[in-house]
C-alpha cells in the first residue's frame, strides 16, 4: 500500500479548459460575463434591457444556456437584434467550460464588444463551473427573500457583481435589503450591488455604468 | 445533480495520478471538502461506485475531510469557525464578520497497491 499526496483541486480539468476560452475571448477581445439567478429571477428581462440600452454603441453577444431545446430565450434576444447562440444542456443543471467551447465558434467573436453567457438558473450547481468568463454577475430578486446569501454562499463567493431586481415589488413583500447585504459583505466584501427593476427600469443606469467600465477597462 | 460531473472530475484526476505512479489499484480517496462549498458527499460515494466501474478506482472508498468556515470579526478581530449557518461574532455580537476560508474541495491524497515491477 503506498499513500501519496495529490492536493489538486477537482474541478481542475474544468478550470483548465476555462482558461482555453478566456485566452479566444481574449484574443478576439470579447468581454465576457457568466449571468447567474435562480429560475425566475429576471437574467432574460435583464439582458433584454441590457441590449435595448447599450447596442448598437456596444456590440453584444448571447449564449443561453437552457437544459431543454426551448428557444423562447434565444429568440427574444435575436429578435432584438443581438447574435444570439442557444446550448441546450441535456437536463444537465449548469453550463461548464466545454459547452461554452462547443459555443464560441458558432458567434462572430471579433464583431462583438460583450458576451454575456445566460447560465441555467440555479444557485447550486452553477458556482462550481467556471466557464472562462471575466465576470460572475448574479442577478437575484426581491420575492426570492433576504435570506439567499446564507443559503447558497458558494455562490455569493465567486461573484463580481450582483443586480437585485424587482425593486417595484417592495411594497408587497417582506424584503429587509440591509440583512441581504450584510450576508453579501460576509461573503463577499465591497461586492457592486445594484437594485433595480427591470419592469419599470429603475435602477438600470448604476448597472449599465458598471458593465459599460467593464467592458472599457477589458479584462480586469 | 451536479455530483455526477463533479464526480467524472474526481474520477478523471484519480485515474491520472494514479497512472502516474503506476497504481495497480487505487484503493482510497481522501478528499477536502469546505463548509462553503455546495457538495453533498454521499452523492458523490454513489456516483463514484457507479462510474469508476472497469477503472483502477474500482471498489475505491472515498475519505471526506469536512472542514469549517473560517470567520473573522472585523470590529473586535475574533477569528472563529463554524460548522452550521453562518452567523453573527460569537465574541461581540457584531454583524461586519468575513469570511476568510471554507471553499476547500481538492483531492488530498490518493492509496494504491503499486504494479508489481515498476518501470524505471
New interface residues.
Given amino acids: 500500500?503506498?499513500?501519496?499526496?495529490?492536493?489538486?483541486?477537482?474541478?481542475?480539468?474544468?478550470d483548465r479548459l476555462a482558461e482555453q476560452n478566456r485566452a479566444r475571448l481574449d484574443a478576439a477581445g470579447v468581454f465576457a460575463i457568466n449571468l447567474l439567478a435562480s429560475p425566475g429571477a429576471g437574467k432574460t428581462s435583464l439582458i433584454l434591457r441590457t441590449i435595448s440600452a447599450l447596442a448598437p454603441s456596444l456590440r453584444i453577444g448571447v449564449v443561453e444556456g437552457d437544459t431543454a431545446s426551448v428557444t423562447i430565450d434565444a429568440d427574444k434576444v435575436s429578435a432584438a437584434g443581438s447574435p444570439a447562440v442557444q446550448i441546450n444542456t441535456g437536463g444537465?443543471?449548469?453550463l461548464?467550460a466545454v459547452m461554452l467551447a462547443g459555443a464560441l465558434p458558432q458567434l462572430p467573436l471579433p464583431a462583438l464588444d460583450l458576451l454575456i453567457v445566460e447560465n441555467v438558473g440555479n444557485l447550486?450547481?452553477t458556482?462550481?463551473?467556471q466557464l472562462g468568463t471575466h465576470a460572475n454577475v448574479l442577478i437575484a430578486s426581491i420575492p426570492e427573500g433576504d435570506d439567499k446569501p446564507?443559503k447558497?454562499?458558494?455562490?455569493y463567493?465567486g461573484l463580481d457583481a450582483v443586480v437585485l431586481n424587482k425593486m417595484d415589488l417592495k411594497p408587497y413583500v417582506d424584503f429587509d435589503l440591509a440583512y441581504f447585504q450584510?450576508?453579501v459583505?460576509?461573503?463577499n466584501?465591497g461586492l457592486a450591488l445594484f437594485p433595480v427593476s427591470c419592469r419599470n427600469g429603475e435602477g438600470m443606469p448604476a448597472w449599465l455604468d458598471w458593465l459599460q467600465g467593464r467592458v472599457k477597462r477589458g479584462h480586469a | 445533480m451536479h455530483e455526477l460531473a463533479v464526480t467524472q472530475s474526481l474520477l478523471d484526476l484519480a485515474v491520472r495520478k494514479g497512472s502516474e505512479y503506476h497504481a495497480r489499484r487505487i484503493t482510497d480517496l481522501n478528499l477536502v471538502i469546505g463548509r462553503l462549498a455546495s457538495i453533498v458527499d454521499d452523492s458523490i460515494q454513489f456516483y463514484f461506485d457507479n462510474l469508476s466501474a472497469g477503472t483502477i478506482c474500482e471498489q475505491a472508498r472515498l475519505h471526506f475531510r469536512r472542514v469549517p468556515a473560517r470567520l473573522k470579526c472585523q470590529d473586535c478581530g475574533q477569528a472563529y469557525e463554524l460548522e452550521a449557518d453562518l452567523t453573527d461574532c460569537p465574541h461581540c455580537g457584531g454583524a461586519n464578520v468575513r469570511v476568510t476560508g471554507g471553499d476547500e474541495f481538492y483531492l488530498e491524497s490518493i492509496e494504491f497497491d503499486q504494479e508489481e515491477s515498476v518501470p524505471a
Fill in positions: 500500500m503506498t499513500t501519496v499526496t495529490v492536493v489538486e483541486r477537482i474541478m481542475s480539468a474544468n444537465e443543471c449548469h461548464d447550486v450547481c458556482a462550481a463551473f446564507y447558497y454562499p458558494a455562490i463567493r450584510r450576508g459583505e460576509m461573503l466584501p
